[in-house]
Nanobody, 123 residues
């Protein structure tokens, strides 16, 4: 069993920055790919970013490329999402997920999911 706990969400003005964290426990974190997804009110959950187990490969949604950066620290069992130049349309609940393969995370087929953290960007 894997437990994922997100933190770092909050209220920020447009143009500001936030860094989300997702702490993992329960299994060998360093063997798993990790990813971030988000779901805005009334919308479906969408992929944001993903990173391979080694950190050597990353993938981003077009809507966040150049603004968001995903990274991981396997020593701390934690994955991060640095969000810069935030826009009101980035407002959503952000979830982290994990799976063995990067392509499974990107496809939304995570084996485990966190409970989410709210990000609100005011205009």
């Amino acid at each position: 069993q894997v437990q994922l706990v997100e933190s770092g969400g909050g209220l920020v003005q447009a143009g500001g920055s936030l860094r989300l964290s997702c702490a993992a426990s329960g299994r060998t974190f360093s063997s798993y790919a990790m990813g971030w997804f988000r779901q805005a009110p009334g919308k479906e959950r969408e992929f944001v970013a993903a990173i391979s187990w080694s950190g050597g490969s990353t993938s981003y949604a077009d809507s966040v490329k150049g603004r968001f950066t995903i990274s991981r620290d396997n020593a701390k069992n934690t994955v991060y999402l640095q969000m810069n130049s935030l826009k009101p349309e980035d407002t959503a609940v952000y979830y982290c997920a994990t799976a063995r393969a990067l392509n499974r995370v990107v496809a939304g087929s995570g084996d485990y999911w966190g409970q989410g953290t709210q990000v609100t960007v005011s205009s």
